[in-house]
Structures are given as C-alpha cells and as structure tokens.
RNA sequence: GGCUCGGUAGCUCAGCGGUAGAGCGGGGGACUCAUAAGCCCUAGGUCGCAGGUUCAAAUCCUGCCCGAGUCACCA
C-alpha cells in the first residue's frame, strides 16, 4: 500500500521479573509481520525494556541492589529470550538508556512551554506501606483495600506536573469515528471509545515520592507509562533523527490487551500534543491461559519460554502461539496441546510430506528434480495463495494465514495417495513419474518461501533439503511461480525428519 | 455493582438471518513412498435457559443463569 518503510514496535516488557511466554508471544507475532515484509521491502522492528518506576525499585531494594544494576543483570534475559525464539528486532531500547531518557525530558519541556503540561495538585489517600494511592470508594473500611496491607491510609496533597488529556477527548473521539479500523480487534475499539464517551481527566506525569525515573526539571520524576510510551519514538532519535523521519507514524503497534487504554488514548494525545501523527494501527492481542486458568505466580502456572523451547523446539513453540487462536482472541496454552500440534500439524501433515517426497525423488531419480510437468493441477489450484497468505498476514491474520498454507500440505499429501508414485515407477510410467516428483518438490519450495516467517530455521532446513542455497528470501510475488524450482537440482534428504515426533509425558 | 467478551458435536473452536460446520479424538476402509505418518468414509449435537421480532434465528431484541476479563493515574 505504501512505501513508507514497514515499522512495527512491541510493548517494552517491563522488568520487574522473568520474561514468561506471553512476553514471547507478542514478539513472535512482531517478528513474523517483520520478516513477512521484508521480502517486500524495508521493514523494522523495535523492542525493549521498561525499567522505571516504583515495582522495579522495590523489586531492585529486594534484592539489595541499585535499581539501575539490578535492570542491568536482568536484560540480558529479555535479550536471550528474543534470540531463543529467533526474534530478529532491529533495535533494543532500555528507558535507562541516555538516548531515551534525554528525549523524554525534552517531551516533558516541549508540552511545557506548549501548556500542555502545567502545575496541579495531586490529592488522594495514600497507603504508605504500599507505596500507593487509592480512590476513596476503593477503599475497605477506611483502610487500605490491599488484603495483606489493610493499613490506615493518609490524605496526601502533593505539587505535581499534569498532561492535559482532557483536552484532547473530543479529537479523539472524532479520529475513532473517522478511523473504525485503527484500533483492533473491534472489541478494544468499542471499549475505548466507551471511556472516551464517559469523559477524560487530566493525567498526573510526575512523582515526587518517587526517584527511581527520568528526573524532571524541578525535582520529581516522570510517571513511568509516559516514560514508557515515549520509546516508540525516542529509539527512533526523535525529534531530528532520519529514522524517525522515515520510519513515524508506525505501521502497527503490538499490544497485549491490558494496556490498550494506554496505548490508544493516552499515546495518540501525546503526539498530538507534539504535533505528531498517531500509529496507522494498533493492535491488541489476546491473553493465554495455562489449561484454562490464568498464568500467574501465586497459582505456580507460569510457563517458562525457555523450557518450551527446549522441548519443543523454538519454531514449533512459534506455530502454535500463533496456530491456535485468533490473534486478538484469547486462548489456552499447555505443553499437551503443544506437542499434539507439533506431531499433527508439523510432524505427520507437513515434516512427513517433506520425507516421503525427498525419499520418493531419492529412490527413482537419485535425487534430481526432474523437468516440470506440462501443466500441473495443484500448480493452477494455488496460483493465487501467496498472495492470499499475504493478505491475512497484512491483516494480523496469523492463524488464517496458517490455515492457507496448510491448503498446500494438503494437496500435496492427496496427490501423492492418489496419483502413486510407487506404481508409476513399478509401470515404467516415467513422464507421470517426474510430474508428481517435481510438483511435489515444486510445493515444498513453495512451502519454505511461505512459512519462513513463522517458522524460519525450519523453512531454512526445507530449503537446504531442496538442494537450493541460501534461505528463501524475495518477494512471494516473484518467487512463487509454478515452475520456479531449476530441474536438475540435486536435493538431499536430512538423517533426521523435520519434526521428529514427541512422546507424552517427557518430563 | 457498571461495562465488555464468551456459553455450538467427547475436546478446542468457526459460523453470526435462509435446510447445523472444521480440526483433534473415536469408529470403519483401501493402500505402502513416508516420522505406525498420509489418503478415503464416518460424528446425527434441544447451537446456556425463557420469551419476543421475522415468511425464516446459533445468527436480531429483552430477561435470566453460568464462566472470564475489566473499571481511569494499580508500570
């Protein structure tokens, strides 16, 4: 649609623990969108860490260290995380970093000296021991609505910096209504713009109780979801950097869920108070389940990214994530439901097809991918499929994109049974022999240009099986042309199938 | 309590105004190139409950029941 380089950002993961596998999730879907667009073009991903603020502070004295070293000892994981799951982001951008901290301060005085930004008072109750204000109806008895807390709390009153969201309710209000599509799925849509029907206040961006921030002229630090939102545009050396020229507005925005009021009410005002357009999309995903109940740490049910990748493999942990639900809906995870699509879908439907046409072309011709058919059937069935998987793909349709491809593995499972490549061999039927032989490997080559975003070093290993070099890379609308494999290519069937299938209970 | 989203075949879900669908599991069959994989056939489920609108409702409206999420400075 448009030339403009494709930038695509995640949520920075905030660092007051473990990275856990919905963390993996959302940069898996970034980096899929990623690679599926840059065989079309530029394309860049960016994530990072949010390390500000009062949970990461705690968290830090916790463990007896500074706040800045105890981030430092952590990111190393988020990093890994990424490598793990072979998420190639094109930048990493920590809120500690100078870059960042240095543009958030100038935000702070452009929407200053705009009026945007003035001097309030910040009242409330306040629970010392939790470090937290809560509002007067939350309150239980007086006290502190916290269950292991249940204090008294005090009236505070402090000097603080407001950003001046109220004003900007009913430009909002009126970009959801001339931009239905820019928030997805429809139901977060809905939902904001049902806050925004019920009104705005002004929002607080300073803490004084608080120094664990960006520091602000005057004492104080910035709220730490400002601080946070900014990194979209401060790793992009906004205001005067070519990448920011090039690369702002993002193409989409990945978000979980939970945060979307953050990021499509309070985001959009903010660059619009620094007169800057809004991202063309945001998109909030759906949350995982483990086996029904919600991941946490009290009910011990977090699922570490790490071990799935150990047993499962980084590219099928990959296809599931993004297999098994709507992108926007929400779903339930469990290594079963892993392994029973990894031996199905991966295992018997496509790694299987890989085996018996790699070994089919073996035995009867060496190895050699012979002349292309005259005319092939499931050629003419799937002319237009790269162009329909890229289609749902534009559309954050991971799972139909998936379902599309599969089409393919399909077909190409069917026409083996049915046209029996056994028999043409045993009946010297040599001209029928190379037409299944060729469409079949015709198809896996297809197969990897299809599924290199999702599943890379599998796709990777497909084409290296074929014989061909490199890795499928280029633009589906070049490459995938029925009859783009050279005969004459000497495959090699690996030792090892593609997805060796996984017992139950392996620990 | 308000709001949002769900409640469809054993399981996971799609359909969202016009004769109930897919995948998995289960059952049956023909084959053998292949990771005991693949292919073909097979599921007769009051589409949460009760009303209503309509020629016609999983599909729209109302009420109720059940489950999940969310409720503004909680990063």
Redesign the pocket.
């Known amino acids: 649609m448009s030339e403009r380089p494709f930038y695509v950002t995640t949520?920075?993961y905030?660092i007051?623990g473990n990275p856990h596998l919905g963390h993996a999730y959302t940069s898996i879907a970034a980096d899929v969108l990623t690679r599926f667009y840059r065989t079309r073009g530029p394309a860049f991903m960016l994530t990072g860490t949010?390390e500000h603020?009062?949970?990461v502070a705690q968290a830090a004295a916790a463990a007896g260290l500074a706040p800045q070293a105890w981030t430092d000892g952590l990111v190393g994981k988020w990093k890994a995380l990424c490598a793990r799951y072979e998420v190639e982001y094109d930048d990493f951008i920590r809120t500690t970093e100078e870059r960042h901290t240095r543009a958030v301060v100038e935000v702070f005085e452009r929407l200053k000296k705009k009026g945007d930004v003035y001097l309030g008072k910040?009242e409330?109750w306040y629970c010392t021991n939790d470090e937290?204000?809560w509002?007067e109806a939350?309150l239980v008895d007086g006290r502190c609505p916290n269950p292991e807390c249940r204090r008294e709390v005090q009236w505070l009153s402090e000097d603080n910096w407001f950003f001046a969201l109220s004003k900007y309710r009913d430009r909002l209000l009126a970009y959801y209504k001339e931009h239905p599509h820019w928030v997805r799925p429809e139901?977060s849509y809905?939902?904001m713009v049902?806050?925004l029907e019920?009104?705005?206040?002004?929002?607080?961006?300073s803490r004084v109780n608080l120094d664990w921030g960006v520091p602000l002229p005057g004492g104080g630090v910035m709220?730490?979801?400002l601080d946070?939102l900014l990194n979209y545009i401060t790793a992009l050396e906004w205001p005067d950097g070519e990448k920011f020229r090039t690369l702002w507005p993002a193409r989409v925005q990945l978000i979980?869920?939970?945060?979307a009021?953050?990021h499509t009410i309070i985001w959009p005002a903010v660059l619009w108070a620094l007169d800057l357009p809004a991202p063309d999309l945001i998109f909030a995903h759906g949350?995982m389940t483990k086996d029904?109940e919600?991941m946490s740490k009290s009910r011990g049910n977090v699922m570490d990214p790490f071990e799935s990748a150990d047993r499962f493999g980084a590219d099928a942990v990959r296809y599931f994530l993004l297999r098994?639900?709507?992108f926007g809906?929400?779903?339930?995870i469990g290594d079963e439901k892993i392994r029973?699509r990894h031996?199905?879908?991966?295992?018997?439907?496509?790694?299987?097809?890989?085996?018996?046409?790699l070994?089919?072309l073996e035995?009867y011709r060496n190895g050699l991918v012979p002349q292309p058919p005259d005319s092939s059937d499931i050629g003419e069935r799937v002319v237009d499929l790269g162009e329909r998987v890229a289609q749902h793909l534009m559309a954050l349709g991971f799972r139909d994109a998936l379902e599309a491809i599969w089409e393919l593995v399909?077909a190409l499972?069917?026409a083996?049974?049915?046209r029996?490549?056994?028999?043409l061999h045993k009946a010297e039927r040599g001209v029928e022999l190379d037409a299944i032989l060729y469409d079949c490997c015709e198809g896996l080559r297809w197969l990897a240009h299809l599924l290199a975003p999702f599943m890379p070093s599998k796709a990777a290993e497909m084409w290296t099986q074929l014989g061909l070099d490199g890795k499928p890379a280029g633009d589906w609308r070049e490459e995938l042309q029925w009859g783009g494999l050279a005969a004459g290519t000497q495959t090699r069937l690996a030792t090892e199938?593609?997805?060796?299938?996984i017992e139950p209970d392996a620990a």
């Not at 019920?198 to 961006?205: A, Q």
């Not at 809906?329 to 339930?332: E, Y």
């Not at 031996?343 to 046409?357: C, E, F, K, Q």
């Not at 199938?497 to 299938?501: A, G, T």
């Open positions: 949520p920075i905030y007051s949010d603020g009062q949970k910040y409330g937290t204000f509002l939350k139901r809905n939902e049902a806050t019920g009104g705005l206040e002004d929002l607080c961006i709220y730490v979801w946070a979980g869920k939970e945060i009021r953050f949350w029904g919600k098994e639900a709507p809906s929400d779903f339930s029973l031996n199905g879908d991966l295992g018997n439907d496509l790694g299987n097809l890989v085996r018996r046409s070994a089919m035995r399909g499972n069917r083996i049974d049915e029996k490549p056994w028999e199938p593609l997805f060796p299938r």
